[in-house]
Nanobody
Framework: QVQLVESGGGLVQAGGSLRLSCAAS????????MGWFRQAPGKEREFVVA????????YYADSVKGRFTISRDNAKNTVYLQMNSLKPEDTAVYYC???????????????WGQGTQVTVSS
């Protein structure tokens, strides 16, 4: 069993930065590929980025390439999402997920966090 708790969301102006964290409980964190998703009001939840079990093998959605960076610290059971050059269209609830495949396909996600709100003002 893995519990995921996101933090770090908030309100930021366009062009600003935020760093999200996702802290995991349980001793199996390092065996999971981890991903971040987001869901804007009235839209479906969409994939943002995923990272391999050892911190390599990242995979980004085109919409965030060059602006967002995922990392993880297995000693701290935590995955991070550094978000730079934020745009109003990045406004969403951001969720972390524990995944069993490369692209964090929905059918291979075992656990979700509760989400953290990110709001980017123009």
């Amino acid at each position: 069993q893995v519990q995921l708790v996101e933090s770090g969301g908030g309100l930021v102006q366009a062009g600003g930065s935020l760093r999200l964290s996702c802290a995991a409980s349980g001793h199996t964190f390092s065996s999971y590929r981890m991903g971040w998703f987001r869901q804007a009001p009235g839209k479906e939840r969409e994939f943002v980025v995923a990272i391999g079990t050892s911190g390599g093998s990242t995979y980004y959605a085109d919409s965030v390439k060059g602006r967002f960076t995922i990392s993880r610290d297995n000693a701290k059971n935590t995955v991070y999402l550094q978000m730079n050059s934020l745009k109003p269209e990045d406004t969403a609830v951001y969720y972390c997920a524990a995944c069993r495949d490369y692209s964090c396909s929905r059918q291979y996600i075992d656990y979700w966090g509760q989400g953290t709100q990110v709001t980017v003002s123009s």
